[in-house]
């Protein structure tokens, strides 16, 4: 499986990927917003667009669908209940569906809500295990609920899906707010050492060609999978004085995720 992740480079800040059957040339197109750039990048490598998966129905990552579409035939895929929110789709997809690409990449779907209710994340199994996750999931950070989703939804698609994937798990989100992101961790968990020491580096680097995280890194680095550390409990509790003592990791991951909403 090849992976070409394409900086957008728009105010949104964007990435696109494009998945390639290396044996074929055949590409999947994930988001692609910026159409130019995906199909100039195909075009310079030899690859044919042949679908494309929108991990959800907003605009910023549906809005190339129809020059990619007129450029190469390409079909469209998304969540099954996304068929009234995303113009000529041509295939639902629900949790456990594969996407294969050419004769050598086969992409499992998550049904992933949160975000929105209808989200899908791509899971790539095997020795380099990847996640596609779109808005569920950014580096060090996790999706606003704002446009038609839910954080109970959210804390549930982490909890009972994201959190239960390999460590070595490589995750491809659909933009670029690390930096942000870190800021917040450590807003949250000042003495976080690792996400300390990553923000000087990540602040200096060229989002064309970014830091790709893994779920283990994740972990250390994303408040939105910290619910049990003691010093982001001891913060959220000046925000929130009821907390109780011994606080659920629901209630710190929505308590967590409305802080961040005005952050």
Request: glycine share 8%; aromatic share 6%; charged share 20%.
């Amino acid at each position: 499986m090849i992976v070409e992740q394409i900086w957008t480079a728009n105010n949104y800040r964007n990435f696109n990927y494009l998945i390639v059957c290396p044996q074929t040339g055949e590409a999947l197109a994930v988001d692609p917003l910026d159409h130019e750039k995906c199909l100039a990048a195909a075009k310079a490598k030899g690859w044919t667009i042949t679908q494309i998966l929108n991990t959800h129905e907003h605009r910023d990552h549906t809005g190339g669908n129809d020059a990619v579409v007129a450029a190469t035939r390409a079909k469209v895929l998304a969540h099954a209940n996304a068929k009234d929110k995303i113009a000529g789709m041509d295939r639902g997809l629900k949790a456990g569906d594969v996407i294969k690409i050419g004769k050598t990449v086969e992409l499992e779907c998550l049904d992933t809500p949160g975000h929105t209710m209808a989200h899908i994340c791509l899971r790539a199994h095997g020795d380099h295990p990847a996640l596609f996750c779109g808005d569920t999931l950014f580096n060090a950070g996790a999706g606003n609920c704002h446009n038609g989703g839910h954080p109970n939804e959210l804390f549930g698609t982490f909890a009972n899906q994201l959190n239960k994937l390999p460590e070595n798990t490589l995750i491809y989100p659909g933009h670029d707010y690390i930096v942000n992101n870190l800021g917040f961790t450590l807003d949250r968990e000042p003495d976080n050492a690792k996400a300390k020491a990553l923000l000087p580096s990540v602040q200096q680097q060229d989002p064309g060609k970014p830091l790709v995280t893994t779920l283990a890194m994740e972990r250390e680095i994303n408040t939105f999978f910290r619910l049990t550390s003691p010093s982001v409990i001891k913060r959220l509790r000046e925000a929130f004085p009821d907390l109780p003592d011994q606080p659920d990791p629901k209630t710190v991951f929505i308590k967590l995720r409305e802080l961040r909403n005005k952050w």
